[in-house]
C-alpha cells in the first residue's frame, strides 16, 4: 500500500494506478532521459534550480535576483521585504495525519505531506499562500485550480484561526499579468475537505493497481515500452 500521498502523488494514482505503485511502492527509478534539442537542463531541473533561487533571495538581502525571476522582480522584492518583517514562511514543509492535525515531515503518523514556496500572514486572522509555476499555465488549469483548493485547505486546517486566505500561482516564465489567484473563506474553503479526504483515503487505502492505458497517458509515462519497460500494456 501507498501510506502517504501529496498533490502530486494524487494525480499520478488518478492517472494510473499502476504508475503509482511502480513508483512509489516498488520504487522503480525513472530512466535518464536525454535533454530536449537546443536545451541544456530539463525541466524540473530548471524548475527546482528557480525555486531554490527565489528562496535565497527572499531570505538574503545580498544575493541578487537570477535572470529568470525578473518579470516579477517587484514582486519578490515586496516578499523579501515582508520576509524581514517576519511575516513570510518561505519552503514551508507541512504535513497532517489522518485526521488533518499537523504533524512532523517524516513521523510515523503522517499521512500527507505538502511544500508551499511561500506563506504570508497578512494579520491574525488573514494569509496568502503562493506557489511558483515554472511550466505552462495554459492547459493545465483544471489541475492548477484543485492544487489551490487543497493548498487554502491545509492552510485552514493547520491555522484554527484565519478567517480568510488568498492562495496565488505565480508563472515565473509567463509575467504577473498571468497569475492564478483564488480566495477563500473559511467556510467556502471547508467544502472541499471531503473531496480532498475522500481522495487520499481511497489512494492509501488501495490494495490493487490495476494499470490504466490511454494513448496520452502512456505517450509520456516512463514505465513503459520507450521506457523502463516495466509495463507492456502501454498504447
Not at 488533518?100 to 503522517?110: D, G, L, Q, Y
Not at 516564465?173 to 471547508?190: L, V
Request: with cysteine; charged share 25%; proline share 6%.
Amino acid at each position: 500500500m501507498i501510506s502517504t500521498w501529496s498533490f502530486s502523488r494524487l494525480g499520478d494514482f488518478e492517472k494510473c494506478r499502476f504508475l503509482a505503485k511502480l513508483k512509489y511502492i516498488d520504487k522503480i527509478p525513472e530512466p535518464v532521459r536525454p535533454l530536449p534539442p537546443g536545451k541544456t537542463e530539463h525541466a524540473n531541473d530548471r524548475g527546482t534550480r528557480i525555486h531554490e533561487a527565489a528562496e535565497l533571495y527572499v531570505k538574503d538581502p545580498n544575493v541578487m535576483l537570477v535572470t529568470e525571476l525578473n518579470k516579477f522582480k517587484d514582486w519578490f522584492q515586496d516578499l523579501r521585504a515582508q520576509y524581514n518583517e517576519g511575516k513570510v514562511i518561505m519552503e514551508q514543509e507541512w504535513a497532517i495525519d489522518k485526521d488533518w492535525t499537523p504533524t512532523a515531515w517524516k513521523s510515523s503518523t503522517t499521512w500527507n505531506r505538502a511544500k508551499l514556496d511561500a506563506f504570508i500572514r497578512v494579520d491574525q486572522t488573514t494569509a496568502r499562500a503562493i506557489d511558483f509555476k515554472t511550466g505552462r499555465k495554459f492547459g493545465n488549469e483544471v489541475k492548477h485550480a484543485e492544487q489551490l483548493q487543497f493548498y487554502q485547505l491545509l492552510s485552514f486546517m493547520r491555522y484554527p484561526e484565519l478567517e480568510k486566505i488568498t492562495v496565488e500561482l505565480w508563472y515565473i516564465d509567463q509575467g504577473p499579468e498571468h497569475t492564478t489567484k483564488m480566495t477563500f473563506t473559511r467556510d467556502q474553503g471547508m467544502r472541499f475537505f471531503k473531496n480532498f479526504n475522500d481522495r487520499g483515503t481511497a489512494m492509501t487505502s488501495c490494495t490493487e493497481f490495476p494499470p490504466n492505458p490511454n494513448a496520452h497517458s502512456c505517450k509520456w509515462c516512463p514505465f513503459g515500452p520507450k521506457g523502463t519497460g516495466h509495463c507492456a500494456v502501454g498504447v
